[in-house]
């Protein structure tokens, strides 16, 4: 997914990307396994019902990443990553919303512009 590798370049220093990289796959794998632990790690998105988020956030890296996704009965073997990004954690409340508003809005028309087509899948 280009929006998570993105975020993990312009975030991490060269040289320890391979590790952040590496942490973000282990965490992906965990979703993928149905194994998040902490019930903050996957949340649904008040504004469309069909998206959730999913948190990463490796302290490590000082990475908080954010991926977009949604399950649909009719593509049960599947989930769909519609849009990830760096979380903006610094300004005001206000800002630090209204960013993550656009990045929401971001999924919402990819879940809106694909779902007649199965997003390719």
Aim: glycine share 4%.
């Amino acid at each position: 997914m280009r929006d998570l590798i993105s975020a993990v370049k312009e975030t991490v220093p060269l040289a320890a990307q391979p590790e952040a990289k590496a942490d973000v796959a282990a965490l992906l794998e965990r979703f993928e396994q149905c194994r998040a632990v902490d019930p903050d790690d996957v949340k649904p998105i008040a504004q469309h019902h069909c998206i959730w988020e999913m948190r990463l956030d490796i302290q490590t890296h000082g990475l908080c990443l954010r991926i977009y996704e949604t399950e649909i009965a009719e593509l049960p073997a599947h989930i769909v990553a519609l849009h990830a990004h760096r979380k903006v954690i610094s300004g005001s409340p206000e800002d630090i919303r209204t960013a993550q508003d656009n990045e929401i809005l971001v999924a919402s028309t990819r879940w809106d512009d694909g779902r007649p087509q199965f997003w390719g899948l």
